[in-house]
């Protein structure tokens, strides 16, 4: 593999302490794992039982929700070829709508009809909202609903789009919020100002289409980056500047993302690849061609690696890569929605809503429930405090204890 050497990355890790926030797809850390959370293994939308509420959006989205404060946020996309763009604001405890701003989408809409111009999950540094959608559109709210800027980064950049849909999720570290939008045309990786949305820097990519998202992962030296991932390379790149620091070449998987944990960082390729991140040079860890992503992405917890494979749970060991154990769940199809891990068990949704709650039992699984929500469902869910915020075509829901 080619590798070029590690540069020194200015900014600082923030503080390892788990939040009741959810700031981004896959929540803290990117690897979808909320272990201190105990939500129900039981619910039903057609009993109300653990149900808390149940809020209908302005429009229909696929991304995946935040949690901010006492905020739960939401993309939506209506109106003529979905052009109408909003981001919504729910309050968490009553699923009352605080606020809603729409604006119209200046690059181009279209997508699958599976999918929707609202397919990427927002990002959030606890105070501002960025909203990143299929059309290359990208706004800044702040907490209150207010726009602080907005870029029609479609416009810049006319070549970039894809009618299949735009779907990877921005991510923010320290004063950078950073976007992937690799396509057939103008392919690129750009970091804006998060606060006056002025581009710092933009990093020209292979013109393949790509829905893998980027993730912020630790250096060797206390600081952070940015792991960018596509069908030809694994590339690690300075937040600060877009200096490539460290790249190899990689067949990495192009829908599934990457997953990060401590110092391992774990990727989907035909099977999954894992590198040790404590030395200048990343180092290969092991490769399985028995652990395999699908649609959803790896999720990481404790000493495990869970993925989704249909109506098939696959558990393997971080350290060394080996399959665990395979469970098959009766009542569960096709997913696109990564997972979560929870104190109760790992809450697995497939397209339909039905969702399937597994206790890892340590060498095998057992099924706790399988319950319903009104789907489709395509996003990934969120999970704060005791609840779990799931994300319908054309609504929320937070599954808890009433």
């Not at 229909?60 to 993309?75: K, N, Q, S, W």
């Not at 030809?232 to 998987?253: F, H, M, N, R």
């Not at 395979?326 to 039905?354: E, Y």
Request: hydrophobic share 40%; charged share 20%.
């Amino acid at each position: 593999m080619r590798t070029i050497t590690f540069a020194v990355c200015l900014l600082l890790l923030p503080a390892a302490a788990w939040s009741d926030d959810w700031l981004g797809f896959r929540g803290f850390g990117g690897r979808a794992d909320s272990p201190q959370s105990n939500p129900p293994a039981e619910f039903s939308a057609e009993e109300g039982k653990n149900i808390a509420w149940r809020a209908e959006t302005v429009g229909r989205g696929i991304a995946g929700p935040l949690v901010v404060g006492d905020l739960v946020i939401a993309t939506s996309c209506g109106g003529i070829d979905e052009r109408d763009i909003s981001v919504e604001a729910f309050d968490a405890t009553s699923g009352k709508r605080v606020w809603v701003r729409t604006l119209l989408a200046l690059g181009r809409p279209f997508t699958h009809p599976t999918s929707a111009n609202a397919a990427p999950t927002p990002a959030s540094d606890g105070e501002k909202i960025f909203a990143l959608y299929s059309s290359c559109d990208l706004v800044c709210l702040d907490r209150e609903g207010g726009i602080v800027w907005y870029r029609g980064l479609g416009v810049d950049h006319p070549k970039t789009g894809s009618d299949v849909s735009m779907s990877s999720s921005p991510v923010v570290i320290d004063d950078v919020v950073m976007v992937q939008l690799e396509c057939q045309g103008d392919s690129f990786v750009a970091g804006l100002d998060k606060n006056s949305g002025q581009t710092l820097w933009h990093l020209d990519r292979p013109r393949v289409a790509n829905f893998a998202s980027p993730i912020a992962i630790p250096l060797p030296s206390g600081r952070q980056a940015l792991f960018l991932s596509c069908s030809q390379s694994a590339t690690i790149v300075d937040p600060a500047s877009g200096e490539v620091i460290w790249e190899t070449e990689l067949d990495c998987k192009t829908t599934p993302s990457a997953s990060v944990a401590g110092s391992t960082l774990v990727i989907p390729t035909a099977g999954l690849i894992a590198f040790d991140l404590t030395s200048d040079a990343p180092k290969p860890l092991w490769e399985s061609d028995r652990l395999k992503a699908r649609s959803a992405s790896p999720v990481i917890s404790g000493n495990r690696i869970y993925l989704a494979q249909g109506s098939v749970l696959v558990a393997g060991d971080l350290a060394s890569g080996d399959e665990v154990w395979k469970q098959r769940i009766k009542g569960i199809g096709s997913q696109w929605a990564t997972p979560v891990a929870t104190q109760t068990g790992l809450f697995v949704f497939d397209d339909k809503g039905n969702c399937a709650v597994v206790k890892d039992n340590g060498d095998e699984a057992e099924v706790l429930a399988v319950s319903k929500i009104d789907g489709p469902m395509l996003a990934s869910p969120a999970v704060s405090g005791d609840a779990i915020f799931a994300r319908t075509e054309n609504a929320l829901w937070k599954i808890a204890t009433k």
